[in-house]
């Protein structure tokens, strides 16, 4: 239980680097302001799911859970340097389009193996998450830069800050197929609305420096 915990805790701070990097590609946080959490998030989700394997006795769903956490560790871990050093996004970007492959994978697992519907759902939104970054960091694509900023951001309230404390507290097993659905018709209603509305915002005349790099006209 206690190993479990920590990974309930990175969740949080997860639910908090989002948030932060999402407000950030909206551009109402200067680049290199983001790169302390970026760097104390990835090596968090690098430590905990080390210590979880080391700990786990062969268990394999400790180990398969464990090694979902890497995924998020890296990806702090390569934007922070990104960053710090204003490097090229574009292995970032492909490395985000890989993260995209394994979180599908990790969707199908909790629907199936592991019967969790609602970190299924979650799954599925790091994944569309994961390919906004591909797309925005990897293929240049600027004009999704604000709309990869909101989504990020309200996922760190919703798919890390609230399950998070929702495992701490043991409230996450009650209901998980009305957390499912809830979260599912939240993401398709609030992602479809944003994406009008901040796609015409990347239309007018002046141009927005964004802090991966990109520059959106």
Not at 162 to 188: E, H, R, S, Y
Request: proline share 2%; hydrophobic share 55%; net charge negative.
């Amino acid at each position: 239980m206690g190993a479990w915990l920590m990974g309930n805790v990175g969740l949080l701070f997860v639910g908090a680097v989002l948030f932060l990097n999402g407000v950030m590609l909206l551009g109402w946080v200067e680049a290199k302001s983001a790169v302390p959490l970026n760097l104390f998030v990835g090596a968090l989700q690098v430590v905990t799911p080390t210590y979880l394997i080391f700990t786990a006795q062969g268990d394999q769903d400790i180990i398969l859970g464990a090694s979902a956490l890497y995924l998020f560790g890296f990806t702090y871990l390569y934007v922070a340097l990104n960053l710090a050093f204003d490097l090229d996004t574009t292995g970032c970007g492909f490395f985000c389009a890989f993260v995209v492959v394994c979180a599908l994978v990790f969707s199908g697992l909790n629907f199936g193996r592991l019967h969790d519907t609602a970190f299924g759902v979650i799954w599925l939104n790091w994944a569309f998450l994961w390919l906004l970054f591909f797309l925005v960091l990897g293929l240049k694509q600027e004009a999704l830069t604000r709309y990869t900023g909101a989504v990020c951001a309200v996922q760190g309230v919703v798919t890390g800050t609230i399950p998070a404390f929702m495992l701490l507290t043991g409230k996450w097993d009650q209901n998980n197929n009305l957390t499912a659905i809830v979260l599912a018709i939240f993401a398709v209603v609030v992602y479809i609305a944003l994406f009008p509305m901040l796609r015409e915002r990347t239309t007018d005349d002046t141009t927005h420096v964004v802090p991966t790099g990109v520059v959106v006209e």
